[in-house]
């Protein structure tokens, strides 16, 4: 046996000289864990003092009426800065002559410039202290500000009607005010969904998925990574669980603006989190990182669980699989190189955000990117047989990391009567905001920039079998008509059935 190699108890100093992955190792070898620290987000806050009235503004828009403020608290805390390093100068230059002078003074001069050295030094820490806490504040403030505002995005609450898929499935003007089956009762008759057992294990927002609910959870997984790899996306089975720092650079926080739990923390120490959707960890794969130019943009498909702490008020809507707490979904991720690095190849920072960066549609532009992200998610519900409808989103409704955001919304019968329409898929566009608070930047040639990041859902599965079994009830069989598309990965299942042999049994329905 090889002689036991005693952990270190304390880093040697040679190893404390060691670039960092060397260091990673070395905590590995002296069995002491890796703490990463979070990326150092570099905010655009001179776009900030170049025009704070738009970012107020745009902060009311977007429904952060708390944070309007901000934008001129920075300027006013950048002009004392600017006059502190302004009242510094004489100190300085007063510091080097001292210094210079100390060097060639006779002994009984010394003591008296040394003196004096010592209390311009004390000065001058005593300021850049101040200094330094200033631009702390500045920075804490501008992270907290949320994205500009693309100009495609309606002001306000009410969102932008783009267009219906599949108009023709429409119902009639005298089935539309009549509520269909719900897929509650279409899963429990049918043996595909058990809230019940889930409330008991889990509580409420939770359930079961049984027998063909599961497989087609797997077709649709399966037909939605079909289609994003053919779009050029590659499959991604991201972590589920991510550091707390890496979600708030992403634009999710523990908590709203309302103080509502979002995310699930994780105890003891609260650094790590559920992943709310594989976004999170796919924007996270690059953190820390400069990409290449000529490898943008990238594109990734993730398939994971997504955990969501605010599953919703529990109204009628909310009901079933409408809201729940954790769910499968495939996620669809891009960087794309901004529009002026896109044209030009060369580096941008914004000065006002008033006028908002926009670029020709050449393929790999963000806008090309944005469009052929929802031509998929268009094309998949399509393909669905569902009629829904695609919707440009307000600001109102905007989250602090998009710029713009497209939602698609499906008809659902059961919900006739009220609003009927329930969101499936979404789209967003959100610039640089997450790549700076990433520290994510691309390089081509000598120029650098901060790439744009795009995330779009393919397939949020409850949400599309609430549709698929609600929109596909055939009263007359008794059964869900499975869509064509999923059919070959469902072993060509056309109709879910009642199962015969099955029997009611303690107020339930068992297997025989």
Not at 377 to 392: A, D, F, M, P
Not at 417 to 444: A, F, H, I
């Amino acid at each position: 046996m090889p002689p036991r190699i005693p952990p270190f108890s304390r880093a040697p100093r040679w190893c404390r000289r060691l670039p960092a992955p060397a260091r990673r190792l070395q905590s590995i070898l002296s069995g002491e864990p890796h703490i990463p620290t979070a990326p150092k987000a570099t905010i655009n806050l001179k776009s900030i003092r170049a025009d704070p009235a738009y970012h107020s503004q745009n902060c009311i828009n977007r429904n952060y009426p708390a944070l309007s403020s901000v934008p001129q608290r920075i300027v006013a805390l950048h002009n004392e800065l600017v006059q502190m390093q302004q009242s510094l100068r004489s100190e300085r230059e007063r510091a080097n002559t001292v210094s210079y002078q100390i060097r060639g003074a006779a002994k009984d001069e010394k003591a008296a410039l040394l003196a004096e050295a010592k209390e311009l030094k004390t000065k001058i820490s005593a300021v850049e202290a101040q200094e330094s806490e200033l631009e702390k504040e500045m920075k804490a403030l501008g992270e907290s500000l949320p994205n500009r505002t693309h100009p495609a995005t309606p002001v306000g609450t009410e969102p932008k009607l783009l267009r219906y898929l599949n108009e023709h499935l429409a119902p009639s003007a005298t089935a539309a005010g009549a509520a269909g089956k719900s897929h509650i009762q279409i899963g429990a008759e049918l043996k595909l969904l058990d809230f019940s057992d889930a409330g008991t294990v889990s509580g409420w927002g939770w359930y079961y998925l049984l027998n063909e609910a599961v497989l087609l959870e797997q077709a649709l997984i399966s037909y939605a990574l079909s289609l994003a790899r053919r779009a050029g996306f590659a499959p991604v089975a991201p972590p589920s669980i991510v550091h707390t720092h890496i979600a708030t650079a992403c634009g999710f926080r523990p908590r709203d603006a309302s103080g509502e739990l979002q995310t699930y923390t994780l105890a003891p120490d609260g650094r790590h989190s559920l992943a709310a959707t594989a976004e999170v960890p796919l924007a996270g794969m690059h953190a820390n990182k400069t990409l290449p130019a000529a490898s943008l943009p990238l594109r990734y498909a993730g398939v994971g669980r997504a955990f969501r702490a605010e599953a919703g008020a529990r109204g009628a809507d909310a009901k079933g699989l409408y809201r729940v707490h954790e769910f499968t979904k495939v996620e669809l991720f891009a960087w794309a190189a901004p529009p002026a690095a896109a044209e030009a190849g060369s580096h941008t920072d914004e000065s006002s955000a008033s006028t908002f960066p926009t670029a020709a549609n050449a393929a790999g532009a963000p806008d090309a990117v944005f469009d052929a992200m929802l031509a998929l998610q268009v094309e998949l519900l399509t393909s669905l047989g569902l009629y829904c409808r695609v919707l440009e989103m307000p600001t109102s409704d905007l989250g602090a990391s998009a710029a713009r955001k497209v939602d698609i919304e499906a008809y659902m019968p059961s919900r006739a009567g009220r609003d009927p329409w329930g969101e499936v898929s979404s789209l967003s566009l959100c610039t640089d905001y997450q790549s700076r608070r990433l520290n994510t930047r691309m390089k081509g040639g000598a120029k650098t920039a901060w790439p744009w990041t795009l995330n779009g859902t393919a397939v949020a599965v409850p949400r599309v079998l609430i549709a698929v079994l609600e929109s596909g009830w055939d009263e007359q069989v008794r059964g869900v008509r499975v869509p064509e598309v999923l059919r070959p990965f469902l072993g060509g299942l056309e109709v879910i059935r009642r199962r015969e042999g099955e029997v009611e049994a303690g107020g339930r329905r068992e297997d025989c």
